[in-house]
């Protein structure tokens, strides 16, 4: 699934460490969902998208799911 | 993170548990209090010194678990960071499917191993059956638990 992660994260100038942490993940699963080998689940979804105060379709592109 | 806390409390003590009684096992077992009970003696040995390394290894890996588990409880940050680990979903799932995949290919390996063993020794066609059947009672348990929970 595309995301809008990395390019949220470079605006911010967070690194996949800090962005995992502020999530209460790992690293490697940040990569894996930006790289868009890794489908996060709907409660990390959200708490990605609410950390960058967005819209978990704001952050994540569903169209391919469509 | 308190009940997490908690629960690195608790493995704390089932490590320390551990250690001690794997501890008295080496002693008890270099004392010659245990012996294997296997009656050549140069086999004996070997199979004493595998036991002993065996014994010796789980309790280098329990001590690394405790000394993980005691750095974490005194760093806040270091608490955060193996919870994240520890929960962490894709982690998860790679377990959920390496495991799977492994429970798979085991009870097709030991499907084949029960025939082909049936020819040579029926002690070990019989273990390989046994094995299956205990796996599979296990896991047609587990599915019923989960299909109950989810």
Request: glycine share 6%; aromatic share 12%; with cysteine.
């Amino acid at each position: 699934m595309k995301t809008r992660i990395r390019e949220l994260r470079k605006a911010r100038k967070l690194s996949q460490e800090e962005l995992a942490e502020a999530v209460g993940t790992t690293r490697q699963t940040i990569t894996s969902i930006e790289v868009g080998k890794y489908t996060a689940s709907l409660p990390l979804a959200y708490k990605i998208a609410h950390y960058f105060g967005l819209t978990i379709e704001e952050v994540f592109d569903f169209s391919e799911i469509e | 993170m308190e009940k997490y806390k908690k629960s690195l409390k608790l493995q704390n003590v089932l490590l320390i548990l551990g250690i001690l009684c794997l501890a008295a096992v080496q002693v008890l077992s270099f004392c010659g209090v245990l012996t294997p009970a296997v009656q050549d003696e140069h086999w004996a040995g070997f199979w004493a010194g595998l036991v002993a390394g065996a014994a010796f290894g789980i309790t280098i890996l329990f001590v690394i678990g405790l000394v993980i588990n005691l750095r974490a409880l005194r760093n806040e940050a270091a608490l955060k960071k193996l919870y994240a680990k520890e929960h962490d979903e894709r982690t998860a799932q790679i377990c959920y499917y390496a495991q799977s995949w492994a429970y798979r290919i085991c009870t097709l390996g030991l499907l084949v191993a029960i025939v082909i063993a049936g020819y040579f020794s029926p002690t070990v066609s019989l273990t390989c059956l046994a094995i299956v059947f205990i796996q599979s009672v296990t896991g047609a348990l587990f599915k019923l638990y989960w299909h109950k929970r989810l």
